[in-house]
């Protein structure tokens, strides 16, 4: 899809368009990417997206779900690299009922998680403490995803 045929407004459209470093993208497929998620619920919280305007698994292509398990799997492995998590949670938040913030541009998300890391702050508020600022993990995922995937 060219820049042209993009609708305006969406913010995964539009990080397809800024550099990667601006818009928080940490490895590119052939059509779906990696990105760190704006307001993560833990550090490393990835979103693999299509960069394909498209709503709902139903309207991607094969090679887009292909991808997008791929690109899951290759998140899984770079956040147990980078991170050591005890766990991972990875959905996908499908329409405003279902929990998605952005509705129409269906993402995947790959959080890691590790015991007791739920804090009070999530529960008071809308704030969440999070040690490792958005460009730091930025700086620490994007060279895994190029080892790995220069080995593959």
């Not at 470093?21 to 779906?32: D, M």
């Not at 899951?72 to 766990?87: C, F, I, K, V």
């Not at 008071?124 to 730091?136: C, M």
Request: aromatic share 6%; proline share 5%; charged share 20%.
């Amino acid at each position: 899809m060219s820049a042209a045929e993009r609708p305006q407004g969406c913010v995964f459209c539009e990080a397809l368009t800024n550099g990667d470093e601006s818009s928080l993208v940490v490895f590119r497929g052939n059509t779906c990417y990696v990105t760190l998620n704006l307001y993560p619920y833990n550090n490393g919280h990835l979103m693999i997206v299509p960069s394909r305007h498209v709503a709902s698994l139903a309207d991607t292509s094969l090679e887009e779900r292909a991808e997008l398990m791929e690109l899951t799997r290759l998140s899984e492995l770079a956040l147990a690299e980078a991170y050591q998590p005890q766990g991972m949670n990875v959905g996908i938040n499908m329409g405003r009922a279902g929990g998605a913030g952005i509705v129409d541009h269906i993402h995947l998300h790959v959080v890691p998680r590790w015991e007791g890391d739920t804090n009070f702050m999530t529960s008071v508020g809308e704030s969440r403490v999070l040690p490792e600022a958005l460009e730091e993990t930025l700086k620490r995922l994007t060279p895994v995803f190029a080892k790995l995937t220069s080995e593959s």
